[in-house]
């Protein structure tokens, strides 16, 4: 895994667990996604991702078979997920943008500090776009 993807993940483990949202809500994808991060849930992390950071999980697969020779691991398998003490502690989140296609939702803290979580629309669900996808 990229550090860049691995940061990002971190980023996102630090967030409130999920809340009373829908699953249509980006919202609470995005709690959702955190709170599975904060489980260690890699296959649920995997499940809320969007198709741009699935197909760049999938080289890093490609890429491993291509050293190893062998294709034993899953895409979920390049992911580093679990609970990382951030440099601020997130209080919640809010939607800043929402389309037809895609959303972008914010997580915050208390002191103000703010991290900007881009999602895109497949079918009727959200999923979670990490940067470099």
């Not at 260690?40 to 491993?64: C, F, H, I, M, T």
Request: charged share 20%.
């Amino acid at each position: 895994m990229s550090h860049h993807l691995a940061s990002v993940v971190t980023v996102c483990l630090a967030a409130a667990a999920c809340g009373s949202r829908g699953e249509r809500d980006p919202e609470a994808v995005v709690e959702h996604f955190i709170a599975a991060a904060n489980a260690g849930n890699s296959a649920d992390v995997y499940a809320l991702l969007g198709p741009n950071s699935r197909k760049r999980l999938d080289e890093l697969r490609q890429s491993a078979k291509r050293v190893s020779g062998r294709l034993a691991l899953q895409p979920e398998d390049f992911l580093s997920v679990g609970r990382a003490p951030p440099a601020w502690e997130p209080q919640g989140v809010r939607l800043l943008h929402k389309s037809n296609v895609d959303a972008t939702v914010q997580v915050y803290s208390a002191a103000g500090d703010r991290y900007a979580v881009n999602l895109v629309r497949q079918g009727h669900a959200w999923k979670v776009e990490l940067p470099g996808s």
